[in-house]
């Protein structure tokens, strides 16, 4: 039995007249570019996530830039990050002409090494940005401790819904930046993304950034980008808004079928479970496995139809392009052994209980040859 790494059509069936009737709408109204669905979809989208203000975005790489443009991020900066996530964390630090500082992650959640990231902050660091990744929170009181009176950027793109001890996520720190890629657990019909902040006067500057730096019609007094979302997407993401939690216990509650058919199977001690820490609302954006002989383990699973990935096989530290900072292989081992290890294996909500079962039957199937 062939099982997919996600299928979408199995989201958008239920929805599929409730979507083309909105798209139908905004298609009539002719209005395109931000507008009242924009408008609302904000709205909407900060009361869902406990903050005063969103602002949509036109990708999640866009949200990470633009609230680092926010900060003043520019020449001479660093940021510190985690060398063990998307590359777009660390590729628009860049992008500013600024210095990303790699930090290793912890081996149980994945996100950032709080007490390597005390010894990291120096005199440069205009920004921390925590990745919560695979869908679990970071540890936000260890961050926010660490980080001092640098500000926080929650690095949200996997994690909407997440909460750490009560909080939403990218309501902890001075903003959050969300990514909505089709495959997150919330996603538009391509590229969006949404900033969220409670502060008045950086709310204001994101919205004039994300046009270009316009305060008033053709005047601007900085330099900003073409960031907007489109009213499409934010239609479509309406639409989804009030079915995503449903969505996420239904991720969570696949991870837990996951739970107990590995502890029943062969691998039991072979195969190492994510683990949910209490407090973190993991949301399962990817379930993810350490295993060994990753790679053998990710052909036999494609000849079977069995869809996987590795997230992520290469840290960022060790990525050409960012050779020229230095580090080498061994100086930030935690990633670098998980690099080696971690499989993505299906987890979205839509999976049936038979599919699960042949998840963990054909990686039996594998360790038993």
């Not at 975005?57 to 063990?84: I, K, N, W, Y």
């Not at 996520?169 to 890629?181: D, L, N, T, W, Y």
């Not at 008033?216 to 007094?221: A, C, Q, R, S």
Request: proline share 6%; with cysteine.
């Amino acid at each position: 039995m062939p099982v997919p790494l996600l299928d979408l059509t199995r989201q958008y069936q239920p929805l599929r007249e409730e979507f083309r009737s909105v798209i139908d709408n905004v298609c009539d109204s002719q209005r395109f570019i931000l507008g009242a669905e924009v408008d609302e979809f904000e709205r909407e989208a900060a009361e869902a996530l406990g903050v005063v203000h969103a602002v949509g975005v036109s990708s999640g790489t866009d949200a990470r830039l633009e609230a680092l443009m926010a900060l003043g991020v520019g020449h001479g900066d660093e940021v510190v990050l985690p060398t063990f996530t998307f590359f777009a964390t660390a590729g628009v630090v860049a992008r500013l002409g600024a210095t990303p500082v790699f930090v290793d992650v912890d081996p149980v959640d994945y996100c950032i090494d709080c007490e390597q990231l005390r010894g990291r902050i120096g005199p440069r660091t205009r920004a921390v940005v925590p990745v919560h990744l695979f869908g679990q929170a970071a540890d936000m009181d260890a961050v926010l401790q660490a980080a001092g009176e640098i500000p926080v950027l929650e690095d949200c793109a996997q994690a909407w819904g997440a909460d750490f001890h009560g909080r939403q996520v990218g309501s902890i720190g001075r903003m959050g930046a969300f990514s909505f890629f089709p495959s997150k657990n919330i996603g538009c019909f391509g590229d969006g993304g949404l900033i969220t902040c409670s502060d008045e006067e950086l709310y204001r500057n994101l919205r004039e950034l994300r046009v270009h730096g316009q305060s008033g019609v053709y005047e601007h007094p900085v330099v900003g980008g073409n960031f907007r979302i489109d009213a499409l997407q934010a239609a479509v993401l309406r639409v989804k808004l009030p079915h995503v939690t449903g969505w996420i216990e239904g991720r969570r509650a696949n991870a837990k079928r996951y739970r107990g058919l590995f502890a029943d199977s062969s691998v039991a001690d072979t195969v190492q479970l994510p683990e949910a820490v209490p407090g973190r609302g993991h949301t399962f954006n990817q379930f993810v496995v350490r295993v060994p002989r990753r790679d053998e383990l990710r052909s036999h699973l494609g000849e079977r139809g069995i869809g996987c990935a590795v997230y992520y096989p290469v840290p960022l530290h060790l990525q050409p392009c960012f050779s020229y900072l230095g580090y080498g292989a061994g100086e930030l081992p935690v990633s670098e052994k998980a690099s080696g290890e971690v499989l993505a294996l299906p987890v979205f909500p839509e999976l049936e209980e038979s599919e699960l079962v042949e998840v963990v039957r054909a990686i039996e199937e594998f360790y038993a040859g």
